[in-house]
């Protein structure tokens, strides 16, 4: 199978967030997975967000990437929104096929739909290949990002 035999599409309640986290998870592999109701209560909070969508990439019945926007209401620029993207993450054995293209192409297609005037994402330093996929879609590194991850008690 190729990229092409992946349907992007937004998620849906409907759809099982033990798959969807099942791929995301590759993004943070040490960190505890989850219990289902936690997951669960993610998941309802994720839909119910204003401006949130879920990209998935699907291979039959297999969800093998995902993609998170959120589109932003912004003052500045005209008061044209903005799109934040976050968790780019396709199944090792999808990468190398197009399907990272084709979530980032709907997400894209997505903020000129909305209006947004940019469309902004951060990645880890270490993630090199990554840098250069982004580039090859039309991304520039044009910022200097910071982050605090904060801890619970």
Not at 28 to 34: E, F, G, I, K, V
């Amino acid at each position: 199978m190729s990229g092409r035999d992946v349907v992007v599409r937004a998620a849906v309640a409907a759809d099982d967030p033990e798959q969807v986290f099942d791929v995301l998870w590759q993004l943070a592999p040490d960190d505890a997975r989850p219990d289902a109701s936690q997951l669960a209560t993610a998941w309802r909070g994720l839909h119910a967000q204003a401006g949130r969508r879920l990209l998935l990439a699907v291979a039959g019945d297999t969800v093998v990437g995902t993609l998170d926007t959120l589109v932003a209401p912004n003052l500045t620029h005209g008061a044209r929104p903005y799109m934040v993207v976050e968790n780019v993450v396709v199944a090792p054995d999808w990468r190398r096929r197009g399907v990272a293209r084709a979530l980032v192409m709907a997400a894209l297609d997505d903020a000129t739909a909305a209006g947004c005037y940019k469309v902004q994402l951060v990645s880890n330093d270490a993630r090199t290949d990554a840098h250069r996929f982004y580039a090859s879609v039309g991304f520039a590194q044009s910022a200097v990002g910071y982050r605090r991850y904060l801890t619970t008690t």
